[in-house]
């Protein structure tokens, strides 16, 4: 969410197609005000596809992926120019119809890529970002790296 809320939108136009069914989902980490929220929760996937293409969106970056495979269907129709598979994918979609998979090194190695049915791009550190809304404590150093005994 933090790469969402962080976009630039002088440049870009953010729209988040939201699949969940519950009209009242939470959207509280949602701080980015120019950011558009579509429902399609309660459409086929033949429907959100439609959807979608009148949005005239021209990257569609899928955030579900195999968390919820029924949605694939989805990028079967080609609602946008380009498809790319983000988060919550670490592995090839199997899917032509996703021309780029965005990863990193830790999850995608080199000597796999040939298996990928998409372009994969690398990102220098993690795929993954994250962001918690709820007091944490600051990183440790590891007891180990200061000669103490391994902890568990």
Same mark, same amino acid.
Do not use: C, K, M
């Given at each position: 969410?933090?790469?969402?809320? @962080?976009?630039? *939108?002088?440049? &870009?136009?953010?729209?988040?197609?939201?699949?969940?069914?519950?009209?009242?989902?939470? +959207?509280?980490?949602? /701080?980015? /005000?120019?950011?558009? =929220?579509? #429902? *399609?929760?309660?459409?086929?996937? =033949?429907?959100?596809?439609?959807?979608?293409? @009148?949005?005239?969106?021209?990257?569609?970056?899928?955030?579900? %992926?195999?968390? @919820?495979? =029924?949605?694939?269907?989805?990028? @079967?129709?080609?609602? %946008?120019?380009?498809?790319?598979? +983000?988060?919550?994918?670490?592995?090839?979609?199997?899917?032509?119809? &996703?021309?780029?998979?965005?990863?990193? %090194? #830790?999850?995608? =190695?080199?000597?796999?890529?040939?298996?990928?049915?998409? /372009?994969?791009?690398?990102?220098?550190?993690?795929?993954? *970002? &994250?962001? *918690?809304?709820?007091?944490?404590?600051?990183?440790?150093?590891?007891?180990? %790296?200061?000669?103490?005994?391994?902890?568990?």
């Amino acid at each position: 969410w933090p790469v969402i809320n @962080a976009h630039d *939108t002088d440049h &870009f136009q953010v729209t988040l197609f939201d699949d969940s069914s519950n009209q009242q989902s939470q +959207w509280d980490w949602l /701080t980015n /005000t120019d950011v558009q =929220r579509v #429902s *399609t929760g309660n459409l086929s996937n =033949r429907q959100a596809a439609e959807v979608i293409q @009148a949005h005239e969106i021209d990257i569609l970056v899928d955030l579900s %992926a195999h968390s @919820a495979p =029924r949605r694939l269907g989805i990028f @079967a129709h080609q609602p %946008a120019p380009l498809s790319v598979a +983000w988060f919550n994918q670490f592995a090839t979609s199997g899917f032509t119809e &996703f021309r780029y998979l965005i990863g990193d %090194a #830790s999850v995608i =190695r080199d000597n796999e890529e040939p298996w990928y049915d998409e /372009t994969v791009l690398q990102l220098p550190l993690s795929y993954l *970002t &994250f962001q *918690t809304n709820h007091p944490v404590p600051d990183v440790a150093t590891r007891p180990v %790296a200061e000669g103490q005994p391994f902890v568990f």
